[in-house]
């Protein structure tokens, strides 16, 4: 079976955008599910600001490890 994705640019930029970082998105959000695991498992994880910003840094490392944006969309 072979799966063909079309678009039409510039106007579908955005979409060939999502679809081309797709695999970033999921590897994205699969280390993000890891490190909060090990969190919970290992460590103390409270809901104050602090833990919530150090969710967020981590989440924006990541993102730009796998080279993955959430700009992409408007």
């Known amino acids: 079976m072979i799966a063909t994705l079309e678009f039409e640019l510039p106007k579908d930029q955005e979409d ?6 797709a ?3 999921y590897l994205t959000l699969d280390d993000l599910n890891e ?7 290992y460590d103390v994880l409270l809901y104050d600001p602090d833990t919530v ?3 967020r840094d981590k989440l924006y490392e990541i993102m ?3 080279d993955a944006s ?3 969309i408007s």
């Open 53 to 55: 910003q150090a969710v």
């Open 35 to 41: 490190w909060l695991r090990e969190k919970v498992k």
């Open 23 to 25: 695999l970033n998105f």
């Open 70 to 72: 959430l700009d992409i």
């Open 16 to 21: 060939f955008e999502v679809a081309n970082k």
């Open 64 to 66: 730009e490890e796998r």
